[in-house]
């Protein structure tokens, strides 16, 4: 199977959208004719395979394929594919000691990166199908080439914003993002390069979607949401966002500002921007992987009633049908038990022109729809190589 | 000794006492302090300990056999391990050791008891502070109850909280002392809450005379924040252990050498403040390094079966897969070898040149960086001073004088031979101090005219 072969028939399948399930035959059938290209394509990966004693031609479950630690991608380009035809290299964000090299994936084919999150992210974030504005605190696509977040939002803006619906296929140049294109426009960019909130710019947006009455999306990480909670207790800029507006929250705030719990978050939230819990939506993604796994709340119509903690208590987040997710012993890597927490290990369709199977290092259990992220342990600290070095520099914390 | 994770330990069952009691509790161990425990001569003290420590060491005793059934599993380690901490645990704090550790710490160890001749004239006397509020890191079971032991050598009453992987110990050794010396066990309490700090910690830290705290810079930090200005503290901080291969090792004696390093990682599953996270292996030797690193890897597989690893936690786990991946792909574009235990069991060795000294992710992982000479070495911990403690050493021949200059000067506290690692004795200047002239005020009397 070629690279072009692969590719028109991963885009159709990405194409009927999230809904419908695809048969586990199916998807094992196409996983394994990605792992086994891959392997032949990218040389790297093919030498950790064989490492790990696998025969690719001998693999028949796609549960059987070596899965790829995330770190890996420090170590070597992973392109499945000739590198030269790369189109974007995506960049994890750096340690805070600066001695490890940052991640890279190499994206051959924007194409499918679009394919995969444009039906996911509409299906969770926009069910009622939009346009919507949407106001991202990230910096910009063009602030931050590298960011596949902030890529990813940036062609939710181009297709979904108030400008009206493209095609999520399209693989067209996009229209400069955060311009004005109506009161508000289409969204934009309220993080500037080196991280910090362009506080006026988004006052005066989130001011125009009051004045405007219309419903908005506010996309952002949970350390910028954290960041902005601070600003706006201090400064009263409190404000009730239009009915129907709702919140993409993302992680990654771990370690870089004082801990504050889902249900403290979401809470703030709610008082900050008037959205309540059930509409906020927690994404989970990764530079390594080109599909997004989204909470179901808004997808599934929540109502708006019910209590904070219920609200986030039992939530989990789900795939789209391309990927699929297995829960791992942490030193044997055999699947663990239904329930029991262990590693998340994807195997993401998307992923065609680099790795497919990615092993993170994120802790889960399986759930019924996809699996939930597992905090630390009461009294344990999450503490990785590289975490243990952070807490060896020091980094800010409320101690123990 | 403090270090870095916690360990997955079983669920605990403990009493939660409010903070009204705390403080009555405090008061209580003062007056018993005042009282009578500064009225006990501190060779009785000695006496009761090693009372307790024989009874830990021997096979037929109640309390040793109550405290091995839950030391394991409490601790997150295998059972033969519990079993050679205890051992090597309860031998320091028999009468011998702790004889040795007075007459190192103190000429004369009885000034401890009341004024006694200085050597310029006068007189001087030792005390420990009345209460002490000893705060336990958990990784390392037994740390606490040598902390304990260390405050009542010098008349100290003891609040003791240990981490949560090291509350057997101290419960079992202060039942012990209870029978063996109620009078003495007044000053001792020992109590538990989760996680380190917390509405009890802020009492005990605002009640005691002085605080000694295990843990990492966050813990530390947060003690300090809330310490009150005119009571002193002794934190023992995260340290990174280090390893020094000299040439001479690496002949014949290479076998032996990579047992003894192996060892010195393994113990503790490497929690240890002294546990070595990088070793330094020196180029030229009759082995070279990167075999050296294979023979290390069957040490480790070897010690699977003699002192084999606890259950590995969650979190140590999804480390070490990363690590591993890495360091594969790093095999595979020739920029090093590993070795590991696969499904097995944890331990990794990732053989890396050009590797910097860095933390590992513990649980017997390892990194081995070759270097030209070991100068090279010593000049790449420059950048980590305030975390070197432990230095272990093996072959370094004439040059042990010379290195260990160059050590004490970049702040190293300990170097030792690999197999010695693990076991530091009760007298080893801890973190650079002494382990009882910290806790002690002296009060000089001058003679007249």
């Given at each position: 199977?070629?690279?072009?072969?692969?590719?028109e028939?991963?885009l159709?399948?990405?194409?009927?959208g999230?809904?419908?399930?695809?048969?586990?035959?199916?998807?094992n059938g196409?996983?394994?004719?990605?792992?086994?290209?891959?392997?032949r394509?990218?040389?790297p990966?093919?030498?950790f395979?064989?490492r790990?004693?696998?025969?690719?031609?001998?693999?028949?479950?796609w549960?059987?394929?070596?899965?790829?630690?995330?770190?890996?991608?420090?170590?070597?380009?992973l392109?499945?594919?000739?590198?030269?035809?790369v189109?974007?290299?995506?960049?994890?964000?750096?340690?805070?000691?600066g001695?490890?090299a940052?991640g890279?994936h190499?994206v051959l084919?924007?194409a499918?990166?679009?394919?995969?999150?444009?039906?996911?992210?509409?299906?969770h974030?926009?069910p009622?199908?939009?346009?919507m504005?949407?106001?991202?605190?990230l910096?910009?696509?063009?602030?931050?080439?590298d960011?596949?977040?902030?890529f990813?939002m940036?062609?939710?803006?181009?297709?979904?914003?108030?400008?009206?619906?493209?095609?999520?296929?399209?693989?067209?140049?996009?229209?400069p993002v955060?311009?004005?294109?109506?009161?508000?426009?289409g969204?934009?960019?309220?993080?500037?390069?080196?991280?910090g909130?362009q506080?006026?710019?988004?006052?005066?947006?989130l001011?125009?979607?009051?004045?405007?009455?219309?419903?908005?999306?506010?996309a952002?990480?949970?350390?910028?949401?954290v960041?902005?909670?601070?600003?706006?207790?201090?400064?009263g800029?409190?404000?009730?966002l239009?009915?129907?507006?709702r919140?993409?929250?993302?992680?990654g705030y771990?370690?870089?500002?004082?801990?504050?719990?889902?249900?403290?978050?979401?809470?703030?939230?709610?008082e900050?921007f008037?959205v309540?819990?059930q509409?906020?939506?927690?994404?989970?993604?990764m530079?390594?992987?080109?599909s997004?796994?989204?909470?179901?709340?808004?997808?599934?119509g929540?109502d708006g009633s019910?209590q904070w903690?219920?609200a986030v208590?039992?939530?989990?987040?789900?795939?789209?049908p391309w990927?699929?997710?297995r829960?791992?012993d942490p030193?044997?890597?055999?699947?663990m038990?239904?329930?029991?927490?262990g590693?998340?290990?994807h195997m993401d369709?998307?992923?065609?022109?680099?790795v497919?199977?990615?092993?993170?290092?994120?802790?889960?259990?399986?759930?019924?729809?996809g699996?939930?992220?597992?905090?630390?342990?009461?009294g344990?600290?999450p503490?990785g190589?590289s975490?243990?070095?952070?807490?060896f520099?020091?980094?800010p914390g409320?101690?123990? | 000794?403090?270090?870095?994770?916690?360990?997955?330990a079983?669920?605990?069952?403990?009493?939660?006492l409010?903070?009204?009691?705390?403080?009555?509790?405090?008061?209580?161990?003062?007056?018993a302090r005042?009282?009578?425990?500064v009225?006990?001569?501190?060779?009785?003290v000695v006496?009761?300990?090693?009372?307790?420590?024989?009874?830990l060491l021997?096979?037929?005793?109640?309390l040793?056999?109550?405290?091995l059934?839950?030391?394991?599993?409490?601790?997150g380690l295998?059972?033969?391990m519990?079993e050679i901490?205890?051992?090597?645990?309860?031998?320091?704090?028999?009468?011998e050791r702790l004889?040795?550790?007075?007459?190192?710490?103190?000429?004369?160890?009885?000034?401890?008891?009341g004024?006694?001749?200085?050597?310029?004239?006068?007189?001087?006397?030792?005390l420990?502070?009345?209460?002490?509020?000893h705060?336990g890191?958990?990784t390392?079971?037994?740390?606490?109850?040598?902390?304990?032991?260390?405050?009542?050598?010098?008349?100290?009453?003891?609040?003791?909280?240990?981490?949560r992987?090291?509350?057997?110990?101290?419960?079992v050794?202060?039942?012990?002392l209870e029978?063996?010396?109620?009078?003495?066990?007044e000053?001792?309490?020992?109590?538990?809450w989760?996680?380190?700090g917390?509405?009890?910690?802020?009492?005990?830290?605002?009640?005691?005379?002085?605080?000694?705290a295990?843990?990492?810079?966050?813990?530390?930090r947060?003690?300090?924040?809330?310490?009150?200005?005119?009571t002193?503290?002794r934190?023992?901080?995260?340290?990174l252990g280090v390893?020094?291969l000299?040439?001479?090792?690496?002949?014949?004696e290479?076998?032996?050498?990579a047992a003894?390093?192996?060892?010195?990682?393994?113990?503790?599953?490497q929690?240890?403040c002294?546990?070595?996270h990088v070793l330094?292996?020196?180029?030229?030797?009759?082995t070279?390094?990167?075999?050296?690193?294979?023979?290390?890897a069957r040490a480790?597989?070897?010690?699977?079966?003699s002192?084999?690893?606890?259950?590995?936690?969650p979190?140590?786990g999804?480390?070490?897969?990363?690590l591993?991946?890495?360091?594969?792909?790093?095999?595979?574009a020739?920029r090093?070898?590993?070795h590991?235990g696969?499904?097995?069991a944890?331990?990794?060795v990732?053989?890396?040149?050009?590797?910097?000294?860095?933390p590992?992710?513990?649980?017997r992982?390892?990194?081995v960086?070759?270097?030209?000479?070991?100068?090279?070495?010593?000049?790449?911990?420059?950048?980590?001073?305030?975390?070197?403690?432990?230095v272990?050493?093996?072959?370094l021949?004439e040059?042990e004088e010379?290195?260990?200059?160059?050590?004490?000067?970049?702040?190293?506290?300990?170097?030792?031979?690999?197999?010695?690692?693990?076991?530091p004795p009760?007298?080893?200047?801890?973190?650079?101090?002494?382990p009882?002239r910290?806790?002690?005020?002296?009060?000089d009397?001058?003679?007249?005219?």
């Amino acid at each position: 199977m070629s690279f072009p072969e692969l590719r028109e028939e991963l885009l159709a399948l990405f194409a009927r959208g999230v809904a419908e399930p695809l048969p586990e035959v199916v998807f094992n059938g196409l996983a394994l004719r990605v792992f086994r290209f891959q392997c032949r394509e990218n040389a790297p990966y093919r030498g950790f395979v064989a490492r790990r004693g696998t025969d690719p031609d001998a693999v028949a479950r796609w549960q059987d394929i070596p899965f790829l630690p995330t770190r890996a991608f420090k170590a070597a380009p992973l392109v499945s594919g000739d590198p030269a035809a790369v189109q974007r290299v995506f960049r994890t964000s750096g340690t805070t000691g600066g001695r490890e090299a940052r991640g890279e994936h190499h994206v051959l084919d924007l194409a499918l990166y679009q394919a995969s999150l444009l039906p996911n992210l509409q299906a969770h974030l926009l069910p009622e199908g939009g346009p919507m504005p949407i106001l991202c605190l990230l910096p910009s696509p063009e602030e931050a080439p590298d960011s596949s977040l902030s890529f990813m939002m940036g062609e939710a803006v181009r297709v979904f914003g108030v400008e009206g619906l493209g095609d999520p296929t399209e693989n067209g140049s996009a229209p400069p993002v955060g311009e004005p294109q109506g009161p508000l426009g289409g969204g934009g960019f309220f993080v500037d390069s080196n991280g910090g909130i362009q506080v006026r710019p988004f006052r005066e947006a989130l001011g125009g979607a009051v004045a405007g009455r219309e419903a908005v999306l506010l996309a952002g990480t949970a350390f910028a949401f954290v960041q902005w909670l601070e600003l706006a207790g201090k400064g009263g800029w409190e404000v009730s966002l239009p009915e129907g507006s709702r919140i993409m929250e993302t992680g990654g705030y771990k370690g870089r500002t004082r801990a504050l719990t889902r249900e403290d978050l979401y809470r703030g939230l709610g008082e900050a921007f008037g959205v309540p819990a059930q509409r906020i939506v927690s994404e989970y993604g990764m530079t390594e992987l080109l599909s997004q796994f989204y909470e179901p709340n808004l997808a599934e119509g929540a109502d708006g009633s019910g209590q904070w903690a219920e609200a986030v208590a039992g939530r989990f987040h789900g795939g789209p049908p391309w990927v699929r997710t297995r829960i791992l012993d942490p030193l044997t890597l055999g699947e663990m038990p239904e329930g029991e927490p262990g590693l998340l290990a994807h195997m993401d369709l998307a992923n065609l022109g680099s790795v497919s199977g990615i092993l993170t290092e994120d802790l889960g259990r399986r759930v019924p729809g996809g699996f939930q992220l597992v905090g630390r342990r009461e009294g344990a600290e999450p503490r990785g190589c590289s975490l243990a070095m952070e807490d060896f520099l020091g980094p800010p914390g409320e101690g123990p | 000794m403090a270090t870095l994770q916690e360990p997955p330990a079983r669920p605990l069952e403990h009493p939660v006492l409010g903070e009204e009691r705390i403080r009555e509790l405090m008061t209580f161990l003062r007056r018993a302090r005042d009282e009578r425990l500064v009225e006990v001569p501190v060779a009785r003290v000695v006496g009761a300990v090693d009372k307790v420590a024989r009874r830990l060491l021997d096979s037929g005793d109640p309390l040793r056999r109550a405290a091995l059934g839950e030391l394991g599993p409490q601790a997150g380690l295998s059972d033969a391990m519990a079993e050679i901490i205890l051992d090597r645990m309860a031998f320091d704090w028999t009468k011998e050791r702790l004889l040795r550790l007075l007459e190192s710490e103190f000429p004369d160890p009885l000034v401890l008891d009341g004024f006694r001749r200085g050597a310029m004239g006068g007189s001087l006397r030792a005390l420990g502070f009345p209460l002490t509020f000893h705060l336990g890191a958990g990784t390392v079971p037994g740390v606490s109850v040598t902390s304990l032991v260390r405050a009542l050598l010098v008349k100290s009453s003891v609040l003791l909280k240990p981490g949560r992987g090291d509350v057997v110990l101290p419960v079992v050794f202060a039942r012990g002392l209870e029978e063996e010396d109620p009078v003495l066990s007044e000053s001792v309490a020992v109590l538990y809450w989760p996680g380190a700090g917390g509405a009890p910690g802020e009492v005990a830290l605002r009640g005691a005379d002085l605080v000694v705290a295990y843990g990492g810079d966050d813990t530390v930090r947060w003690v300090r924040q809330r310490l009150p200005a005119a009571t002193p503290l002794r934190a023992y901080r995260h340290r990174l252990g280090v390893g020094l291969l000299g040439r001479a090792a690496l002949g014949g004696e290479a076998g032996s050498s990579a047992a003894a390093a192996a060892r010195a990682v393994a113990v503790f599953d490497q929690r240890g403040c002294v546990s070595p996270h990088v070793l330094f292996v020196e180029e030229g030797g009759e082995t070279d390094p990167v075999r050296w690193a294979a023979l290390l890897a069957r040490a480790f597989r070897d010690l699977e079966v003699s002192l084999p690893s606890g259950p590995l936690p969650p979190e140590q786990g999804a480390a070490l897969q990363q690590l591993r991946g890495w360091a594969e792909m790093e095999e595979g574009a020739g920029r090093g070898v590993v070795h590991h235990g696969g499904g097995e069991a944890p331990w990794t060795v990732v053989f890396q040149p050009h590797g910097e000294l860095e933390p590992t992710c513990l649980a017997r992982t390892v990194r081995v960086i070759p270097v030209g000479d070991l100068h090279e070495a010593v000049a790449a911990m420059e950048g980590w001073r305030p975390y070197l403690q432990t230095v272990g050493v093996a072959g370094l021949g004439e040059r042990e004088e010379e290195l260990a200059e160059s050590l004490a000067r970049l702040g190293v506290s300990r170097m030792a031979p690999l197999d010695a690692v693990p076991w530091p004795p009760p007298w080893w200047h801890h973190d650079g101090d002494g382990p009882l002239r910290a806790l002690v005020r002296w009060t000089d009397v001058e003679p007249e005219g």
